[in-house]
C-alpha cells in the first residue's frame, strides 16, 4: 500500500509541472486563438536558461532568484517572438500561426545545442529541499512534495489574477467573444502580448522547476509539448481549472500506467482524450467555442481551373521532371522519390485543411498504415508491387473511413488532437506489436519489382502517380463535390439548408484524403525497403502539415510547391551545416511574415499588382 501511495505522489508532482505549461498553453490559445507549438521550446529554454543562473549564483537566494529569473527572461523572449511575429499574422488563417511557431521551435532546438552542447545537464538541487520525508514507509523527496503544494497554489493564484484584477477581466472576456472585446475599445495588440508573455513565463518556470527531477537536454520540448496538447484538450480550452484537473489525472496515468496496463501504457492518455472528447466535444470543463475561420478560410478570390497558360506551364514542369534521370544520379533520384511521395501526402492533407476546412494534426496515421499494409502484403501475403501499392491505399482509405465516424462531430482544434490521438494510438500498436509489425525492428525486405526496381523506374512510377493523384484531387475540386464540400467549410448551417448533409461531406472528405495518405505510405514503404513505428509518428505529421502550410492552403498547387521546397531545403541544409533547423527556422519565419499566403501565393500577388498598375490582362487561371 505505501508503494501505491509513494507512485500517487510522484504523479502529483508531476502534474503540477504539467498543469505550469498546460495553463500557459490554454491561456494562450484561449485568448489569441494561437495553436502555440512552440510552448514547449519555451519549457526547454526556461530549463537551460535556470541551469546556467542557478551554476553561477551562490546561496539559497541565488538558486531562487536563479530559477525567477530564467523565467522572466524566456518569458520576454515569448514577448519578443509575438510582437515581432505573431503580431503581423493574427489575420493570417490560424494554422500559418502554428507554423511560425513550428518555425521558432526548429530555432530553439539548434541554439539550445549551439548555446550549451549536446550532452545533458545535470543542475543543482533545490537548497533546502534537497533530503526526504518518510510517509507511510517511504521516502518521498521534499522537492516533490513542494511540487505537490506549488500545484494548487498556482492554481489559486491564476484564479484571483483573472477574477480580481481588470487585466483579468478583460482577458476573461476576449476569451468569450473576441471580438466583442475589441469593439468595446479593448487595445487587442496588447492584451495578446500579455497574454502570450504570461504563457511563456508558466511554461519557463515549469522548466526551470525540473532542474531538481530530472537532466536537462535538448528534447526536452516535443515530450512535453505533446502532453500539454492533451491536458489541454481534456481540461477544455481556455479552462484554467479544466488544465488542472487534466494534468492531474494525465500525470496520475503516466505514473500508474506502466504498473497497471504495460502493454497500452504508452497510448493510455490518448485513449483518455479520445474517450473525453466523444463524450464532451470541448473538454471536461470547456464550453463550445465559435465557429472560427481557420485552415480552411476561404481563397481571397475564387478558385478556378487553370487556363492554357497554366496547362502549358504545369506541362512543361512535368517533362522537365520525367527528364530528371537522364540528367540525375541515384542519390538525387533518391531524394526526388521521396520528396514526391511526400507531395501525395501533402496533396491529401491540403484537401482536407483547404477544401473541407479540417485541422489534421495526426495525418501520418494513415501514411503509417500504407507503409505497414505494404509491409504485411509482401511478408504475410506475398503479394506482388501493384497488389501491395492498392492494398496501401485501401488500407489509408479504410483508417480514415473508421476514424471520420467519430471525429466528424468535432471541429477546430479538438478534431486536430483527436487525429493526434489516433496516429499515436497507432504508433503504439505498431511499437508495441513485435509479432506483427517487428516493433523497433520493424520489417526489412520490401523492395520494389521489374521495372521499378532501378531508381530511375521507382522514381518515373512514383512521378506517374503522383500525377495521378493531383489530377484527381484537381478534378474533385472543380467537381459538384469540391464545391459541396467548399459549401460545408464555410457554412454547416447554409449547407444543410440547401440539402447537403455536412457530416457526411467531411467523412468523404476524409476518406478521399486518407486514400491518397495510405498510397503515399505505400510508396515510401518501397522507396526505404522497409517499415519502422516512425512512419506514424508526430514528425511525419509536422513535415506533411508544413508542407501544405508552406505551399500555401488558398491555392490548390501549394502542397507540391511546399513538398518541393521544404524537402529540397531540409536535404541541402542537412549537407551543408549541422545547424540546418536554425536555418529551416528562419526560413520559416521569414516565408510566413511576407508571403503569409505560401509560397504558391507569390504568384497570384504579383498578378494582383500588376492587375492594379492596369498592366496584366484579365485573369484567365486559378490562384498559383
Known sequence: MSFWLAQFLTGLASAASLFLVASGLSIIFGVTRVVNFAHGAFYMLGAYVAWSLTERLEGAAGWWAGVLLAAALVALAGAMVEVLALRRIYHAPELFQLLATFGVTLIAADLVVMLWGPDELVGRRAPGLTGSVEIAGQMIPAWDLFLIVLGPATLAGLWLLFNRTRWGVLVRAATQDREMAAALGVNEKWLFTGVFTLGAFLAALAGALQLPRESVNHHMDMRIIVDAFVVVVIGGLGSIPGAFVAAVLVALLNAFGILLFPKISLVIIFLVMAATLAARPWGLLGRPQAAQRGAGEAPARPWRPLGAPGRLAMAAALALAAALPFV?????????????????????????????????????????????????????????MPAALALGLLAGLAGAAVFALAAIRLSGVYLAMLTLAFAQILWSIAFQWVEVTGGDNGVLGLWPEGFASEPAGFYWLTLAIATAVTGVTRALIFAPFGYALRATRDSDARAATIGLRPGLMRWLAFVVAGAGAGLAGALFAF??????????????????????????????????????????????????????????????????????????????????????????????????
Do not use: N
Not at 528562419?586 to 500588376?610: K, M, N, S, T, Y
Open 328 to 384: 540525375a544520379g541515384d542519390y538525387l533520384l533518391v531524394a526526388a522519390t521521396e520528396t514526391l511521395a511526400f507531395a501525395i501526402l501533402a496533396v491529401s492533407l491540403h484537401f482536407l485543411l483547404s477544401v473541407a476546412g479540417v485541422a489534421s494534426f495526426g495525418h501520418a496515421a494513415f501514411f503509417g498504415l500504407g507503409a505497414y499494409a505494404v509491409a504485411l502484403a509482401v511478408k504475410a501475403l506475398g503479394s506482388g
Open 527 to 624: 522507396l526505404k525497403g522497409s517499415v519502422f513505428p516512425d512512419v506514424l509518428g508526430i514528425p511525419v505529421s509536422v513535415d506533411a502539415l508544413v508542407m501544405a502550410l508552406l505551399g500555401g492552403v488558398q491555392t490548390t498547387l501549394g502542397p507540391l510547391v511546399g513538398a518541393v521546397a521544404w524537402k529540397a531545403l531540409s536535404i541541402w541544409l542537412l549537407s551543408q551545416t549541422q545547424w540546418s533547423k536554425l536555418a529551416l527556422g528562419i526560413i520559416i519565419l521569414c516565408v510566413v511574415l511576407v508571403f503569409p499566403g505560401g509560397l504558391a501565393g507569390v504568384a497570384g500577388q504579383w498578378r494582383d499588382r500588376r492587375r492594379a498598375r492596369g498592366a496584366a490582362p484579365a485573369d484567365r487561371g486559378e490562384t498559383a
